[in-house]
Every structure is written in structure tokens, then in C-alpha cells.
């Protein structure tokens, strides 16, 4: 299943989202999307929390955990319909 990340800050097809996968965030988008957003902090980006000296990786997950990331996961399902959804919206056990 092939799995990419779309870093949008687009509202479009939000209000009314039907996921037809699983509803939880597997550890592969889970860690896949804590590190770009890692990666962005470094780079510059601004944080969505108030943080004291703590790691870009804990300030990326803490983000995550508190659903300030507005991005979007895109998933291929088996048949061939790619489903575009809010990363907010997925349940996250890690």
C-alpha cells in the first residue's frame, strides 16, 4: 500500500469526510509524519505549542498529540481509490 504525506494547510473535502480504511494512524504514518514535521522545526518552522527545552522530535509529536498539524495522508486502497485524509481525524495509539 503506498503511502504519502501531503503537507497542505487546504481545508477542501473536510467537512463532510468518509474513511473507508482503518481509522488509526499505523506507526509508519505515525513516524513519517513526526519526522518531517521534526525536520521542518529545524529548519526554521515555527512551533504550534509553547515548549522549554525539549527536542524537535518531542515538540513534533506534542504537536501531533494536540492536533495543530493540519496535514493530510493519502492512502491507496485495493481498489485503486486513493483516500485523502485529515491526520486529525485518525485515532493515534503510539
Known amino acids: 500500500m503506498d ?7 487546504s481545508m477542501e473535502n473536510d ?15 505515525y513516524q513519517d509524519i ?3 514535521r521534526a525536520q521542518f ?3 526554521g518552522a515555527t512551533p504550534l505549542v509553547p515548549f522549554t ?12 498529540k494536540e492536533k495543530k498539524i493540519n496535514w493530510y495522508i493519502k492512502r ?7 483516500e ?7 485515532i493515534i495509539i503510539y
Open 3 to 9: 503511502k504519502t504525506i501531503i503537507i497542505t494547510n
Open 15 to 29: 467537512s463532510n469526510e468518509t474513511i473507508t480504511s482503518s481509522l488509526y494512524m499505523t506507526k509508519f504514518e
Open 34 to 36: 513526526i519526522g518531517k
Open 41 to 43: 522545526l529545524k529548519d
Open 53 to 64: 527545552k525539549q527536542n524537535y522530535i518531542e515538540i513534533a509529536e506534542r504537536e501531533l
Open 76 to 82: 491507496k486502497l485495493p481498489n485503486n481509490i486513493i
Open 84 to 90: 485523502k485524509i485529515n491526520i486529525n481525524s485518525l
